[in-house]
């Protein structure tokens, strides 16, 4: 065929059903049996549960049943990923509650009123604990124990074997002793996952000559895995139940496989032999999805000519309660991706996971890697101003030279391929940052209230992990085709670009092409979709079986045109023999003959990726900063990342976009806050700072391309990589705004009363120092030649 799709702009195939309202949701399912639930949550961080009494919520008008913990008979669910098993959450709480919004029980009525109606007459007796809500606060030695038989709350760590004892290091650090050495304490606060659809779940039982004993109906980023979650909290094997994710309206890692309340859900379907559904509100929503949320200790030495001598971190992760699988993203992809794209001859690490009685922390797009990338840019343009040189100057002193791929990190990342001074030349080039500073400088010089910033970030960051997807083709007697993969789209685009990659290879109009996915009962197995794995991995799969079926096809059509296989060509329209133009077979045709000797035009693919790929970028950010109120503005932003091969620039500029967005969010505008005694003080979008569509900027979004060689298609991961490069970009460009007063970092966010702030501190000489000594607790934890308890979480 001549030409290719791939590479070219392509509309979405998904956005009509979207757009018209022809998308189904879970809530969106009604059922004349269906029944309705509501929680009963916690309204204490930490409590003893003295008693439930659930006689008068029954006894309410359209109740069909109420269920406490005790009613599931030490039942929990295997979670997705967790800092340790001991920590497993129950579904419904049994003993103490530990968080605000814990699920104590769930009333099940005819209408969602009535339910709502009935929980409020649920009883409880609460015996109020001391909480602790801030990470360091947890590890002090008299701080409240959330489970009192770890006799901390420390629920993993990791401490690297040469932390004491790094050749070449000093006393002080692992750098010689006549380093430069810059220090500052890191605050990545933490966020609110806040997807437009919060979690919902309708578990129907099977009736007795169903195939499957439950179908369930789920927001989930994992079908397959959330489905053998589930089956087996329900004591059933896995092909007895089966769990579609129909449309799902965003995740951001806050949908990882299935959780504690979604088992409830199916205990309670089990019980009344009825389906049933929860969905939750916003507030709930708010309670229950959190990412990021790490203080960073973070210590680099050079030399006089800033080269990186020596890098320290101590990081402390906020799980939250029960073991809350963010909180050990210190100890996995944080640390992980602690060099960034930086020659660093010696890291020293320590980092912990604490227990707070705050809601389980999870995953946020990126999942420990932008916080890996904040800490390592923040320190080089720290370096930068201690030893007078431009940002851009001190990281090609010290990038990793393009030549030096493949490139295995100090941490035991195995880079790819490279070239990390390619987007940042870029960058520079688009966002004409010599013109800018120019600017700036004339500002600075007249003395003006609104100064300007100028922010980079290099990154680099990991995707697609080592591992396995499927993917099918089938070609059907009318020249049809259906594609299925085991990931799971919520809005990337997974139907779109299947489609281009089964177009490209049999020559199949999109529009002839369908799409399957998300549902275990058609779908043979998947991983589902985190850490940007979806097309190097599920699209590599399909390109595979794809390629089978091609083959298959080529000798039904070889015999029909009674010709070698190998004088077969694709063309427009079907097939021909090489050499002899006007004669064509269509797919129908071919199709045909295939059904009519019993050959199936159809297979399958396992892709089995040996290594993870890592994709990286440059991000410039342009912020205005008002000296009187603090107000930070974006003016521009400029985003270069390099994800391989790009299949579809539509659908690689719209995780751009969505990437940035949130990653200049969380620089400028969102935290989640908590009150000394566990009370959520930002829990709806009232005081939960959002942006809007007037907050936003239109964004100069571009790529590299240098493929990756571990897949067919060359192509890295995309859907986290702007969000990495956004974040630290941004706060350096309003730490640069200020840099003339004598700022030398703002904590994000970087609202308008710490920058207000900073700047009046900075004028009245009263700046506090970036960095302070950090907790005691990094003395005590073992190194892993000691039996430190590392874990590596799962990334999502």
Not at 255 to 275: D, F, S, T, W
């Amino acid at each position: 065929m001549p030409g290719s799709l791939l590479g070219t702009v392509v509309r979405r195939v998904e956005d009509p059903d979207l757009l018209v309202g022809r998308s189904t949701f879970v809530d969106n399912m009604q059922a004349a049996d269906l029944l309705h639930a509501v929680f009963v949550r916690s309204p204490f961080a930490h409590a003893g549960l003295v008693s439930v009494d659930t006689a008068e919520a029954a006894a309410a008008p359209g109740v069909v049943a109420v269920l406490t913990g005790a009613d599931l008979d030490g039942r929990t669910l295997e979670p997705f990923a967790i800092a340790d098993p001991r920590l497993t959450q129950p579904p419904l709480a049994v003993g103490k509650v530990r968080y605000v919004g814990q699920a104590v029980a769930l009333v099940v009525a005819e209408s969602r009123a009535q339910a709502v109606d009935a929980a409020e007459l649920v009883e409880i007796g609460y015996d109020p604990l001391p909480a602790v809500v801030d990470m360091e606060e947890a590890l002090a030695e008299d701080a409240p124990l959330q489970f009192e038989e770890l006799g901390s709350n420390v629920a993993a760590s990791r401490k690297d074997d040469d932390m004491d004892r790094q050749l070449g290091g000093s006393a002080e650090g692992p750098w010689p002793a006549d380093a430069r050495v810059v220090r500052v304490r890191i605050e990545n606060q933490r966020v609110a996952t806040a997807p437009m659809e919060g979690h919902a779940v309708l578990v129907r039982p099977g009736r007795p000559d169903d195939e499957h004993e439950l179908s369930i109906w789920l927001t989930t980023q994992q079908p397959h895995m959330a489905r053998d979650q589930l089956a087996a909290f329900a004591g059933l094997p896995p092909e007895r139940v089966r769990l579609i994710a129909p449309h799902v309206g965003g995740a951001f890692g806050g949908k990882a496989g299935a959780n504690a309340e979604h088992a409830v859900i199916v205990a309670a379907a089990q019980q009344v032999g009825r389906p049933v559904k929860w969905a939750e509100t916003r507030s709930e929503s708010m309670l229950s999805m959190h990412g990021r949320g790490q203080v960073q200790y973070a210590e680099l030495g050079l030399s006089d000519e800033g080269r990186i001598l020596g890098m320290r971190l101590r990081i402390v992760g906020d799980c939250g309660a029960y073991g809350g699988f963010g909180g050990t993203f210190p100890l996995g992809g944080t640390y992980l991706m602690a060099q960034g794209v930086y020659e660093i001859p010696r890291i020293a690490y320590a980092g912990i996971a604490a227990l707070t009685n705050t809601a389980p922390v999870g995953a946020f797009r990126g999942a420990g890697r932008p916080e890996a990338a904040a800490l390592i840019e923040r320190l080089i343009d720290l370096a930068a101003d201690e030893l007078g040189l431009l940002p851009e100057e001190i990281r090609r002193r010290n990038l990793i030279p393009k030549d030096a791929f493949p490139y295995d990190t100090v941490t035991g990342a195995h880079y790819d391929v490279g070239d990390f001074d390619l987007p940042l030349r870029e960058a520079l080039r688009i966002a004409d940052v010599d013109a800018v500073r120019a600017e700036q400088a004339r500002r600075r010089e007249a003395g003006g209230v609104k100064q300007l910033g100028v922010g980079l970030a290099t990154y680099v960051e990991i995707t697609g992990f080592a591992g396995t997807e499927f993917g099918s083709v089938e070609v059907h007697a009318d020249g049809s085709a259906t594609v299925s993969a085991g990931t799971s789209a919520h809005g990337q685009g997974h139907a779109t670009s299947f489609a281009m990659i089964v177009s490209d290879r049999l020559g199949i109009p999109m529009e002839r092409i369908s799409f399957v996915q998300s549902d275990t009962a058609l779908v043979r197995s998947g991983g589902g979709t985190g850490g940007s794995r979806s097309l190097q991995l599920g699209g590599s799969a399909v390109g595979r079986a794809a390629d089978k079926v091609l083959d298959r096809a080529r000798e039904v059509a070889a015999k029909l045109l009674e010709a070698s296989g190998a004088d077969i060509d694709l063309v427009d329209g079907g097939f021909a023999v090489r050499g002899v133009p006007g004669v064509t077979l269509g797919w129908a045709k071919v199709a045909a003959e295939a059904a009519a000797e019993g050959v199936a035009l159809a297979d399958t693919d396992d892709f089995t990726a040996s290594h993870a790929t890592f994709p990286f970028g440059c991000h410039v950010s342009i912020v205005e900063v008002d000296t009187e109120t603090g107000e930070v503005t974006p003016v521009r932003h400029v985003a270069v990342d390099d994800c391989g091969r790009v299949l579809n620039p539509l659908l690689v500029e719209g995780q751009q976009h969505g990437g940035a967005l949130q990653g200049i969010s969380q620089a400028l505008w969102e935290e989640f806050v908590y009150d000394t005694e566990g009370n959520p003080l930002t829990a709806t979008f009232a005081d939960y700072t959002l942006p809007t569509a007037a907050d936003t900027i239109f964004y100069d979004a571009t790529n590299t391309e240098t493929p990756t060689p571990l897949n067919p298609l060359g192509a890295k991961g995309i859907g986290e990589s702007a969000t990495i490069g956004s974040t630290p970009a941004v706060q350096n460009a309003v730490v640069d705004a200020l840099s003339h007063l004598g700022v030398r970092h703002v904590d994000m966010p970087c609202t308008p009363e710490r920058v207000w702030r900073a700047v009046e501190q900075a004028r009245s000489g009263t700046l506090p120092d970036p960095w302070r000594e950090p907790p005691a607790r990094f003395a005590t934890i073992p190194s892993d030649s000691e039996g430190g308890s590392v874990t590596h979480s799962a990334e999502v």
